[in-house]
């Protein structure tokens, strides 16, 4: 294999995990209505009928999604610095990421905002309509629009791009020697067994500052100092992950699954505890289930970058698709996830069928959304770099690789 193939078949792997991680937002906000504990923020669109199954969810994807985005972002950003140099990096990240969330916030805004109200009507009065006054003051029309929405990571990754065109000048300032020293200490701690417990540290420290330990986002444009640390470790670690990315891209591959089970037993401790906390038999410190829970992001975000290179570096017209459709996803997602679950708030089924059902309702309707008003649109050449053919079947394709 030639390394031009192998990069190529990297990039692919890298761009389809990115893909999958925007899709499971719909299994992850969808489940969010239907939790059977409340959210440490209680939202006005909750249903009635509850599972455990839909907590499990909530917590699962919200250990690795994030993280794994932030760590490809931090990738990319240096990746484009090395095609295209730190400006010609800003500019993409500018066109890419700030420009469709100033574009996309305030209609989206207004969209969240009517199925918010459409859904407290619904649970409130059994009936369709818009009533202010049934949700929580700070969602409420005429507050201050202090609030990104699930789009936060657009807003957040636009800073952390700025941040990086700023301080790459003065990283050349640093003697080279030391750069050596730190460069060799990440790659050392990276690739050890159980440097997921020294990288989880500083995540436990921030976590602590926070009831159960787990960073929860606010939405807020000034988000709190800790939502920054946090997400700014994962996007540091992808920054570093560049350089190295041979020797430890490899090592992913090969303990993907040693991760993914050690992963999961974390998981499963940190469930374990929280149940008993919330049931008054256990009490543990925000630090130690931070460490656990963050331990875990870390193995299963190793395991995921590794399962992705081994086994979905191929191009395929359905990957394909699905990659380039999934931006236009996450920026509609979250709405029709809450439109659908007012829909079937009033059904008398249990919340594991409307779970799968507000899925597949959400997916469908944003891919049609996708196919025919974005694909082949001035929204899609925002959003992907390029406008494709509108066509009424999914068919091999040439990504374009102008938008890593």
């Known amino acids: 294999m030639t390394l031009n193939t192998f990069n190529a078949e990297r990039l692919h792997a890298l761009d389809n995990l990115r893909a999958v991680m925007m899709w499971l937002g719909i299994v992850l906000h969808v489940s969010v209505i239907y939790t059977y504990y409340p959210l440490?923020?209680?939202?006005?669109?909750?249903?009635t009928q509850?599972?455990?199954?839909?907590?499990?969810?909530?917590?699962?994807?919200?250990?690795?999604?994030?993280?794994?985005?932030?760590i490809l972002a931090g990738f990319f950003v240096v990746l484009l610095a090395q095609r295209r140099g730190v400006k010609g990096m800003l500019v993409n990240r500018l066109k890419r990421l700030s420009l469709p969330f100033v574009l996309l916030w305030p209609p989206i805004f207004v969209f969240m905002i009517v199925m918010v109200l459409v859904f407290a009507h619904r649970a409130a009065r059994g009936t369709w309509g818009l009533d202010a006054s049934l949700v929580p003051q700070n969602l409420r029309p005429g507050h201050p629009l202090d609030n990104t929405m699930h789009l936060w990571f657009l807003w957040m990754l636009s800073w952390f791009a700025i941040a990086s065109a700023l301080l790459a000048p003065l990283v050349r300032l640093v003697p080279q020697g030391l750069r050596a020293r730190l460069s060799g200490g990440f790659e050392r701690v990276a690739g050890s067994s159980l440097g997921f417990v020294l990288l989880a540290l500083p995540l436990a420290w921030v976590g602590a500052h926070y009831k159960d330990g787990i960073v929860t986002t606010s939405g807020y444009f000034l988000a709190p100092w800790m939502e920054w640390v946090h997400n700014g470790l994962f996007f540091a670690f992808g920054l570093a992950?560049?350089?190295?990315r041979v020797r430890l891209f490899a090592l992913y591959q090969q303990r993907w699954r040693a991760n993914a089970i050690a992963g999961f037993g974390l998981f499963s401790l940190v469930m374990l505890v929280k149940l008993l906390d919330r049931q008054g038999q256990l009490t543990i410190e925000p630090f130690w289930i931070a460490l656990c829970f963050n331990a875990c992001t870390w193995l299963w975000s190793f395991s995921l970058i590794g399962v992705f290179l081994r086994f979905l570096g191929h191009k395929h017209p359905v990957l394909d698709y699905l990659s380039q459709s999934s931006y236009w996803v996450y920026v509609i997602h979250m709405p029709l996830t809450i439109g659908f679950g007012a829909v079937l708030y009033s059904l008398d089924i249990p919340a594991l069928v409307k779970i799968p059902v507000n899925i597949v309702l959400t997916t469908v309707f944003a891919l049609l959304s996708y196919h025919l008003l974005v694909r082949s649109t001035a929204l899609g050449s925002l959003l992907n770099g390029r406008r494709y053919p509108l066509t009424f079947f999914v068919r091999q394709v040439t990504v374009s690789r102008q938008a890593v």
């Open 50 to 70: 509850t599972t455990l199954f839909a907590d499990w969810l909530v917590a699962l994807i919200h250990n690795f999604r994030m993280p794994v985005f932030f």
């Open 241 to 244: 992950l560049y350089a190295h």
């Open 40 to 47: 440490p923020l209680p939202l006005p669109w909750h249903d």
